[in-house]
């Protein structure tokens, strides 16, 4: 069973629609968690980070963090045909050599029609 | 700035034969790994650098050998190539591997082995 678990759609939705992108994990020692958006054939570049539980908002995205539940979410307001991606989370423990070693989600590719 | 460049962009391989992908990095950032990225798989952490002269194997290091003599460059050498090592291969660089640091993606290597 892969440690981070990530509904790879895909996921088609009109414009200014809300999206939620999911993603479970089983290590409990993940305390860092991030979202990565991926351009078709081109590098992921990070769009949201979060350490611990709790919320984090940024302009249209909203990132959820639920350490109880091992489960977190990445959405997205009022959807834009430019948002059209694949969304990969991405987590990572901490200490030592645990540092920089990022473990990701499959990705989920999302289509915003217009 | 250049950020993060990987040459070349797309690469056939025969079975068997050796290769070197470039990553350059222009940020001066002390951490840099590579990744490969398969369909359904997400990205996994093949090799890791935390400083010039100091590497580390990720979670799939099998088939790959890295070495970093420089803060600059860090490349990626397949010994004898093989088709499971078909994938998109990106190269990312942070100033430190401590995880609120954001992690740069290159633009990636498409790879096919026959």
């Known amino acids: 069973q892969k440690e981070v678990e990530q509904d790879p759609g895909p996921l088609s939705v009109p414009e200014g629609a809300i999206v939620s992108l999911n993603c479970t994990y089983s290590?409990?020692?993940?305390?860092?968690f991030m979202w990565y958006r991926q351009y078709s054939r081109k590098g992921p570049e990070l769009l949201m980070y979060t350490y611990s539980s709790g919320n984090k908002e940024d302009g249209r995205f909203t990132a959820q963090v639920d350490k109880s539940s091992k489960y977190i979410s990445l959405f997205i307001r009022d959807s834009q045909p430019s948002d059209s991606a694949t969304y990969l989370c991405a987590m990572s423990a901490a200490g030592g050599t645990s540092y920089g070693k990022l473990t990701f989600g499959q990705g989920t590719i999302l289509t915003v029609h217009p | 700035n250049a950020g993060v460049t990987q040459t070349p962009k797309f690469q056939v391989l025969k079975t068997g034969q050796s290769m070197t992908l470039q990553c350059a990095q222009d940020m001066n950032h002390e951490y840099m790994s590579w990744y490969r990225q398969d369909p359904g798989m997400g990205l996994r952490l093949i090799h890791y650098?935390?400083?010039?002269?100091?590497?580390d194997q990720g979670e799939v290091p099998n088939g790959y050998n890295v070495s970093r003599s420089t803060t600059e460059d860090f490349p990626l050498r397949l010994l004898s190539a093989a088709p499971s090592q078909t994938s998109v291969y990106f190269c990312a660089s942070s100033y430190s591997p401590l995880p609120y640091y954001e992690q740069y993606f290159g633009p990636g290597t498409r790879l096919t082995v026959t």
């Open positions: 290590n409990s020692a993940f305390q860092y």
């Open positions: 650098s935390v400083g010039a002269g100091i590497t």
